[in-house]
Structure formats: C-alpha cells, structure tokens
C-alpha cells in the first residue's frame, strides 16, 4: 500500500496495537458478544481495566450508581459502549503521556460520544462510528511520537487542520490523516473507519469527499461533530450540507445531532 511505502522511506513507526485489543476485535466479531469473556478479558489488564472503569464512571456516561466491574458496566452500557471506551484507553496507552497531546485526547472523547449518539438515532453502527472519532487525529499523537521537538510547537501553533497538513507535508513528508488511517489499518478498523480518519480533513475543509458509499455516512456523522465542537451556532448549515453528501436524511440527522449535543452539554454541565 502506498501509504505503507511513504511510512517506511520516511522511517515514522506505528505503535503496535495491544494484544487485549487484538484479542477484544476477536470478540466482537463474533455473531453474539460473549459479556463473560469480553469482561475478563479486559479486567486480565488490571491498569486497563482501572482506566475503563475511570472514564465509565465520569458524568458524561449517566450512570445512576458506580460502577465497579467492567462485568457491571457490560449490563448497563452493552459490549460496544464498553469495546470504545477500551479502545480509547488502549490507543492512549501506545502513547507518550504529555501536555501536548491532552488536548487531542478530550477532543477525541467527545467526538467518539457525538458520533456514537447520532449513529445511534440513525440506525448506524455505533462501534465504527465511535472509532472513527476516536482515531480521527491520532496520526498527530503517531507525528508527536516520531518527533516530539519538531512537531510540538507545530501542533500547539497551527490554527486549523488544513494548513497544519500543508506545514506537515513540508516538515515530514506526510500528513497526519494519512498516519491516522495507516494506524487504523494495521489495528484492523472497520474499513469505513479507515476512509473517514483518512479524509476528516478534507470533508471537514469543504473539499471533495471519498468516492466510497460505505464511508459517507461516517463522513458525515464527523463533520457535523466538528461543527458541534467548534461552531455550534453553524448547526443546520452543516447537517444540511452535510446529509445531503452523506446520504442522510436532514430532518432525522438534525435531530439526532440536537440529542447528542444535548447530552454531552448535560454531562458537561
């Protein structure tokens, strides 16, 4: 694959994916989720396990009383709630810890919720939607890996993702969307998954979307989530525009994006 070729004449590694991981996809593809397995699974990773517990356990999640298994937490949330949050652990644990990247990880949190709960209300795959926010920008946390001097500053400093590619391209010879969805490859993400963290930047700057049906409706989902988090005010611009290219109805993906706002200001709040 070209991408793979770019990666190895420019010396920038992937981060392996971790094996609870490759073990947890495992699982989930099979035709009927095994809760008992899945939750020894992860609770056998005892700093993972604590991690997912931490983050089901904040506000943003609604749960009326604290949960203390990841067993429990599978009753109340159900395996795909639970598989994204784990997920998002497991990526962030490939990771240096840094102030750097604090930032990215919140976004990523919030992103992965928004297109979960609209998937939802649109009759989605929720897992694949919530992994795509989630990896959406982790080829900068890949960048910031290889070179954290260089592209420190670069990330703290850019204004908006579209010139930080340019400014990424003229300092490494690739962009961060492209490292974004080479990671999701080798870990294996539903292809949909891939083609949206491969062209978030583009969707989100007004430029051509992919040519692949499977992926527009994830693409859109995304777009509209940036628009939640940045611009909340351009709300039925973006639906608009954005159900139109995605092949979504505009009424219900309105609906569905007013909800999902709702609830992360909620949990917020």
């Known amino acids: 694959m070209p991408v793979d070729h770019t990666l190895r004449s420019l010396n920038i590694d992937l981060p392996a994916q971790p094996a609870v991981l490759v073990q ?23 700093t993972l396990a604590a991690a997912v517990l931490k983050a089901l356990n904040s506000p943003i ?19 795909n709630e639970v598989a994204a949050i784990t997920y998002e652990m497991g990526l962030r644990s490939v990771f240096p810890s840094a102030p750097e990247l604090d930032a990215l ?11 979960a709960l609209m ?15 989630l990896f959406e920008e982790c080829g ?17 400093d850019a204004p908006a993702d579209d010139l930080l590619v340019l400014q ?11 490292l974004g969805a080479a990671l999701c490859q080798t870990w294996t993400l539903h292809p949909a998954a891939v083609t949206c963290v491969r062209y978030h930047v583009v969707v989100q700057s007004g430029g051509t979307w992919p040519d692949k049906p499977e992926a527009r409706p994830l693409c859109a989902l995304s777009a509209v989530a940036h628009y939640l988090m940045r611009a909340p005010d351009a709300l039925e611009a973006a639906v608009r525009a954005a159900a139109t290219l995605g092949g979504l109805d505009e009424v219900r993906f309105l609906e569905a994006a007013q909800d999902a706002y709702a609830v992360l200001r909620a949990a917020e709040a």
């Open 24 to 46: 947890l996809s495992l699982l989930l593809a099979e035709e009927e989720v095994d809760f008992k397995a899945m939750g020894s699974l992860i609770e056998g990773d005892m």
């Open 119 to 133: 998937a939802r209300r649109l009759g989605l795959d929720t897992f694949v939607a919530h992994s795509a926010g």
């Open 61 to 79: 999640y609604g749960l009326r009383q604290q949960v203390r298994t990841v067993q429990q937490a599978l009753l109340y949330l159900g395996s």
């Open 140 to 156: 900068k946390a890949v960048m910031f890996r290889h070179a954290p001097e260089r592209y420190g500053p670069m990330l703290r």
């Open 105 to 115: 990880w919140l976004r990523a949190n919030r992103r992965g919720m928004l297109m």
């Open 168 to 178: 990424e391209m003229q300092a490494f010879g690739v962009s961060h969307d492209a």
